[in-house]
């Protein structure tokens, strides 16, 4: 049974608090999953909450974003989903599932939670795998929020067409049998672009968010794939959705200066637009000049226009909008 616990002191220190779910037990011999609720703020504030939900080899650290959400009149809540950042717990596989239905409960406590308090309108935020879990969740549940937004999402694999065809049809015949083959990394240069240890304008944790990634999977990629089948397919979330990409993809295997400073290192935009039309009925697609992987984490003046086109389209397509300031 899911539960939650009471909110403590979050790591990131301020107003940050952080409470723990603990989630149906899973099989594994050390312990049920746990996922962590984590907020901005002690209580409600305004009308409109926002839960942001991280992508793969990532957790949320993005302080100064949900700041921008609150300065604009949003409380702010994020979740780091069962087996990643806060939600790590020894014994237990860093970023792994078999099956990315199963992240629907720790969504469904964490907007019972949200919604528990009042709020008028709850929007789901989802950054690339992040992104792909959010798309699903709110297409099978049909006016669980408000509006969904979109930055970078994952929607298909960025390799050549052997590895999307082939490999895809290999890894879903194998990953029942041998879920735990290892079957690839992340490329580190994107994480050291980012991380202040090498060079970059961020500092968070390598225990969460290591700079060459967590071991991926077979039975964690056929999850991931099955979830880019299904967008292929078409879905139909009844909220609106905003998808913000980078205006270009760079090299993910060997990517230039100017690609890091200046595009997507990690996915390909176009498959991102090329699907975001079957998403549903109501969807807005914007390129960002300069945007990086996570738009959040971008540039000044191409975060700076991610964060406008955000909480411009917000206050234009929330019913019950929140007070721009």
């Not at 709110?138 to 590895?163: I, K, M, Q, R, T």
């Not at 050291?192 to 225990?207: E, F, Q, V």
Request: proline share 5%.
């Amino acid at each position: 049974m899911t539960s939650l616990d009471a909110p403590v002191p979050d790591v990131l220190g301020g107003e940050f608090t952080a409470r723990t779910i603990t989630l149906t037990p899973d099989g594994a011999a050390v312990g049920p999953p746990v996922a962590t609720l984590v907020r901005l703020g002690a209580e409600r504030t305004q009308d409109v909450a926002v839960l942001y939900v991280h992508g793969f080899c990532d957790y949320f650290f993005q302080a100064d974003h949900a700041a921008a959400w609150a300065e604009h009149g949003y409380d702010f809540f994020a979740l780091d989903l069962r087996d990643y950042g806060r939600s790590i717990r020894p014994g237990r596989q860093p970023n792994w599932i078999a099956d990315l239905a199963a992240y629907d409960e720790e969504l469904d406590a964490a907007l019972a939670a949200i919604r528990a308090e009042g709020y008028h309108a709850v929007l789901l935020l989802g950054h690339s795998t992040g992104g792909l879990i959010t798309t699903l969740y709110a297409s099978d549940h049909p006016g669980a929020v408000d509006a969904l937004v979109l930055n970078s999402p994952w929607f298909d694999l960025n390799e050549n067409w052997f590895h999307r065809v082939i490999t895809t049809r290999v890894v879903d015949l194998i990953g029942p049998r041998v879920p735990h083959l290892k079957v690839g990394r992340v490329n580190q240069a994107y994480g050291r672009h980012l991380h202040a240890s090498t060079g970059g304008p961020y500092d968070y944790d390598l225990a969460w968010k290591p700079l060459e990634g967590f071991e991926a999977h077979a039975g964690w990629l056929r999850a991931i794939r099955r979830g880019h089948a299904r967008i292929a397919r078409g879905l139909d979330v009844d909220a609106p959705v905003l998808m913000c990409t980078s205006a270009r993809s760079g090299s993910a295997s060997r990517p230039s200066q100017d690609d890091l400073n200046g595009s997507d290192c990690v996915l390909d935009v176009e498959h991102m637009h090329a699907r975001i039309g079957r998403v549903g009925p109501d969807v807005t697609a914007v390129r960002i000049a300069g945007g990086w992987h996570d738009l959040a984490l971008s540039g000044p003046a191409a975060r700076a226009d991610y964060e406008r086109t955000v909480f411009d389209w917000l206050a234009a397509r929330l019913r019950t909008g929140a007070t721009t300031r």
